[in-house]
């Protein structure tokens, strides 16, 4: 999963939303240098990685981009999913994507001296593109797909996503609203984190 669906998996907690948003940039047991809620957090960015690599729908997904994205397919779905989450947020929260969105900034920038270098590097940008609010549409998710083209291993091909997301788009939406369901159970199950059910799948 990406960023939004990360930060929304959290549930009203802050610190646990921190862990959750810095998961990926901690490494192995570096975890249990943070305090004990941000660690859980990125325990939790970790189960839920893990639960969604594992997913036969998130597997299925993959297939509409792996050619040209090859093992990199799995990225393009987890923004993907950030996009059917974004559009169709009403579905799953009860506060606006704004409120969210500018919420989880304020979060992240009073926890600062808690963020790896490297995301304290990119929040600033985030907030100032209003990229969470972005992922609402096809040409915002486009352009965050081109941008980590640019600064990270994936391959530069942000037009060749957004015309197989086109192409496909109504059996991605299913696969992403049957997939969200089943995690938002896990996340509760697991972690005890009350979230809103999907009001329609």
């Given at each position: 999963?990406?960023?939004l669906a990360h930060l929304y998996l959290s549930g009203e907690s802050e610190k646990l939303l921190v862990g959750n948003f810095i998961g990926d940039y901690v490494k192995g047991k570096q975890y249990q240098h943070y305090p004990d809620e941000i660690a859980r957090g990125i325990l939790l960015h970790?189960?839920?990685d893990s639960f969604t690599d594992a997913h036969e729908l998130h597997r299925a997904a993959k297939h509409f981009f792996?050619?040209?994205f090859g093992h990199y397919a799995g990225i393009v779905v987890d923004v993907v999913y950030d996009h059917f989450l974004a559009g169709n947020?009403?579905?799953y929260s009860d506060i606006s994507l704004r409120w969210f969105a500018k919420w989880s900034h304020s979060v992240l920038l009073?926890?600062?001296k808690h963020l790896p270098l490297r995301v304290q590097g990119f929040l600033p940008f985030l907030i100032q593109h209003r990229r969470l609010e972005s992922y609402a549409t096809i040409e915002g998710i486009t352009q965050a797909l081109n941008v980590m083209?640019?600064?990270s291993s994936l391959p530069a091909k942000s037009e060749l996503a957004k015309q197989a997301l086109l192409d496909n788009y109504p059996i991605l939406q299913t696969n992403f609203e049957e997939f969200m369901g089943e995690?938002?159970?896990y996340v509760s199950d697991?972690?005890?984190i009350a979230l809103n059910q999907p009001k329609k799948l």
């Open positions: 999963m990406n960023y970790r189960r839920i792996r050619a040209e947020w009403k579905n009073a926890n600062f083209g640019k600064y995690l938002i159970q697991e972690f005890g």
